[in-house]
T-cell receptor, first 109, second 118 residues
Framework: RKEVEQDPGPFNVPEGATVAFNCTYSNSASQSFFWYRQDCRKEPKLLMSVYSSGNEDGRFTAQLNRASQYISLLIRDSKLSDSATYLCVVNSGYNKLIFGAGTRLAVHP | DTGVSQDPRHKITKRGQNVTFRCDPISEHNRLYWYRQTLGQGPEFLTYFQNEAQLEKSRLLSDRFSAERPKGSFSTLEIQRTEQGDSAMYLC????????????????FGQGTRLTVV
C-alpha cells in the first residue's frame, strides 16, 4: 500500500463549480500535511498547509481527519487558472515529505 | 534569483554512462531533498539531508544512486551505469528548520533536471 494515496482523476469541471479532492495516508504517526500545486512541466509549489482544525484561504479549504487518516481540499468557484495537478503531501516524521501521485483538475469554460 | 537552482536542466546520456546533477538550495535552508518524478506520477522520495548529514535514503534507490552534500550547502546526485528506466525528472527541494515546532516548513523546489537515457 502506498503511503499517500489520491484519486488520479482527471476531474473535468466547468468554471464556477465546486470540486473536492481526498487523500489518505497510511502512517498514523504523520505530523503535518500539505497541498501542493503542480502546473504542467513545472515544479510543485505549496498551495496550503493543513492544520488540524481545518483552514481556509480564499476559495480553498483544507480539512484533516486524523482518525480516518485522510485530508481533503475543497475548491469553490473554480477558475480556468485552477487547472493543474494537486499533490497531497505528508510529513511522515523527521521532516521526510511523501507525495501522493496527484489529482489532475481541468476547468473548462 | 535566490530560489533553488538545479544544473543541468536537461541531460541526454547513453545507457551505461554515469551522470551527476547539482542542486543549490536557498542559502539559509538546512534541509535538502531529492525526488524523482515520471509522467503522471507524483514526486518519489529519493533521499534527504539535514545540513551535511544524509538522514534517509529510499529503499527503492539502487546502489547505482548516490547523493552528497559535503559542506551542507549544495548537493550532488550521481547515477552510475544509467539504465533506460532512470529516465525521469529529478527534482531538488530545500526547506528551513521547522519554525512551527513539528508542523513542517514549506519545501521550495528547483525546476528539475530532466534525464533521458537512450
Amino acid at each position: 500500500r502506498k503511503e499517500v494515496e489520491q484519486d488520479p482523476g482527471p476531474f473535468n469541471v466547468p468554471e464556477g463549480a465546486t470540486v473536492a479532492f481526498n487523500c489518505t495516508y497510511s502512517n498514523s504517526a504523520s505530523q503535518s500535511f500539505f497541498w501542493y500545486r503542480q502546473d504542467c512541466r513545472k515544479e510543485p509549489k505549496l498551495l496550503m498547509s493543513v492544520y488540524s482544525s481545518g483552514n481556509e484561504d480564499g476559495r480553498f479549504t483544507a480539512q484533516l481527519n486524523r482518525a480516518s487518516q485522510y485530508i481533503s481540499l475543497l475548491i469553490r468557484d473554480s477558475k480556468l487558472s485552477d487547472s493543474a495537478t494537486y499533490l497531497c503531501v505528508v510529513n511522515s516524521g523527521y521532516n521526510k515529505l511523501i507525495f501522493g501521485a496527484g489529482t489532475r483538475l481541468a476547468v473548462h469554460p | 534569483d535566490t530560489g533553488v537552482s538545479q544544473d543541468p536542466r536537461h541531460k541526454i546520456t547513453k545507457r551505461g554512462q554515469n551522470v551527476t546533477f547539482r542542486c543549490d538550495p536557498i542559502s539559509e535552508h538546512n534541509r535538502l531533498y531529492w525526488y524523482r518524478q515520471t509522467l503522471g506520477q507524483g514526486p518519489e522520495f529519493l533521499t534527504y539531508f539535514q545540513n551535511e548529514a544524509q538522514l534517509e535514503k529510499s529503499r527503492l534507490l539502487s546502489d547505482r544512486f548516490s547523493a552528497e552534500r559535503p559542506k551542507g550547502s549544495f548537493s550532488t546526485l550521481e547515477i552510475q551505469r544509467t539504465e533506460q528506466g532512470d529516465s525521469a525528472m529529478y527534482l531538488c527541494a530545500s526547506s528551513s528548520s521547522d519554525p512551527l515546532g513539528g508542523l513542517g516548513a514549506e519545501a521550495f523546489f528547483g525546476q528539475g533536471t530532466r534525464l533521458t537515457v537512450v
